[in-house]
């Protein structure tokens, strides 16, 4: 004869088997890694003269680029472009710092950008832009002219036949006299729209056109400086 007091206590050992976790996941949750945030920029500052460089040869100097950390950020990846040659650098660092050798009296952009080994979303910081300075130079050329509209590769909807194509200009020595405009079908392109003082020129163009535009800076000392070459299609 059975005894119904040995099968209740035989029933609640296996439901406190189960319910303590007899077939259960209790494996730890792995955590959400977080993309880093974007690096700000510090030295050489924005739009200015590098002084701080230490020279190291006739042609060159020896500069500090120096940036606010980011956070969840493992790495750094300094990108310097030479704005006459168009030519890239990159600069690896694990720290807020690094020294680099330039050419002195040459225009550079800068910026940094954030990577983590966690997570595969790096941060770009904003571009920063100088001249580094020469042995004797009193006066440098505008930095090159930055797009504003139509953005680079942008397709877009002429109004009566004509687009406002504009730019931004700036210079160290803040002596910008004007501006000369470039606009064709080809590249580079060669037919000049003239010169101007404003930051920006009405186009006539034509439906269905790819377009080529350059602007050309020059200063009050006649210093010049090639932006790059832009382009936009008409719809």
């Not at 993309?35 to 030295?43: D, E, L, N, V, Y």
């Not at 120096?66 to 750094?76: C, F, P, Q, R, V």
Request: net charge negative.
């Amino acid at each position: 004869m059975s005894n119904p007091f040995i099968k209740l206590l035989g029933l609640s050992l296996i439901t406190i088997f189960i319910s303590c976790g007899g077939g259960g996941d209790d494996s730890p949750t792995e955590p959400i890694a977080t993309p880093p945030t974007p690096a700000t920029p510090i030295s050489p500052a924005n739009e200015e003269v590098c002084l701080d460089g230490k020279s190291v040869s006739d042609t060159q100097s020896e500069v500090q680029f120096i940036w606010e950390a980011s956070k969840h950020t493992d790495n750094y990846s300094l990108v310097i472009t030479n704005l006459d040659s168009q030519q890239t650098t990159k600069h690896s660092s694990t720290t807020e710092s690094i020294f680099v050798k330039l050419n002195k009296g040459e225009p550079y952009s800068w910026y940094v950008v954030s990577t983590s080994n966690k997570i595969n979303q790096p941060a770009q910081s904003s571009t920063y832009r100088f001249y580094l300075a020469g042995e004797g130079t009193q006066s440098y050329a505008p930095f090159p002219a930055e797009v504003v509209a139509p953005e680079m590769g942008a397709s877009v909807t002429a109004s009566e036949g004509t687009i406002n194509l504009r730019w931004k200009g700036s210079d160290p020595d803040n002596d910008i006299q004007g501006y000369e405009l470039f606009l064709d079908v080809a590249n580079p392109p060669l037919s000049s729209l003239g010169a101007v003082t404003d930051q920006n020129k009405v186009a006539t163009v034509t439906s269905g056109n790819t377009y080529y535009w350059q602007v050309v800076t020059t200063d009050a000392e006649g210093n010049t400086s090639n932006s790059e070459i832009f382009q936009f299609k008409v719809n």
